[in-house]
């Protein structure tokens, strides 16, 4: 098995990593959350920070209820389900278990496969080399666009447009780009109010 051609049913999964923080971006900035890095992605954006995370054969399958059973452990009020692009696998079995123990299930996605699962939130980051699926794009409950280039947003409209009215709409610029598009990106929020701006706050309060 290889990272493209991940074929489990779902009831364990490849895990990068685990733990307990707060989420630093986009809508539920601030709010404790429970994080679980899936493994795998075929996406591969060339400026990605974690690329060790792409071959899901690289690591080791966990009981889903296990993972659950740790988030509850950890007094987690939410889970994040990130990755990698974590809907390279059936997510249903994985946020079914979270929801029985009470635990509300937020997605991280980049959009490019079909969606699995009950989520309470959805924010979908779409990439310009691969962009998402209708599907994504319809269910999407904030949209956060990493700006980089003035291009992008130009890029950001055009995915902007694919969601739905009640979407939330997101700017966020990329890390080592901040300096210089930060002024471009307030001055665009100016001028088109439906947008906000996400920072990733977790990396000024050195959390994970
Ligand atoms: Fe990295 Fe995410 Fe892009 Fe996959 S989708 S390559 S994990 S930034």
């Not at 986009?26 to 959350?33: I, P, S």
């Not at 992605?41 to 889903?64: E, G, I, L, M, T």
């Not at 924010?123 to 992008?152: F, G, Q, W, Y």
């Amino acid at each position: 098995m290889n990272s493209n051609t991940i074929q489990t049913d779902g009831h364990s999964l490849p895990i990068v990593e685990e733990f307990y923080t707060v989420q630093g971006e986009g809508h539920n900035t601030g709010r404790a959350a429970y994080f679980i890095r899936l493994a795998g992605c075929d996406v591969r954006c060339p400026w990605c920070d974690s690329k060790h995370s792409w071959n899901a054969s690289c690591f080791a399958c966990h009981n889903v209820k296990d993972i659950a059973a740790r988030a509850e452990s950890a007094h987690a009020p939410h889970a994040v389900i990130t990755g990698g692009e974590p809907t390279m696998h059936h997510l249903g079995p994985l946020t079914s278990a979270l929801h029985d123990l009470g635990i509300a299930t937020w997605l991280e996605t980049s959009g490019t496969h079909q969606l699995s699962g009950h989520f309470d939130w959805i924010c979908l980051s779409p990439k310009r080399h691969m962009p998402p699926t209708d599907e994504a794009c319809r269910n999407a409950d904030e949209l956060k666009v990493i700006i980089s280039t003035h291009d992008d947003f130009a890029w950001a409209e055009e995915c902007a447009a694919r969601t739905t009215d009640t979407c939330l709409l997101y700017l966020q610029p990329e890390w080592d780009s901040t300096h210089d598009i930060m002024p471009d990106i307030v001055e665009y929020v100016k001028l088109h109010p439906q947008w906000r701006i996400s920072l990733q706050t977790h990396k000024f309060m050195n959390i994970p």
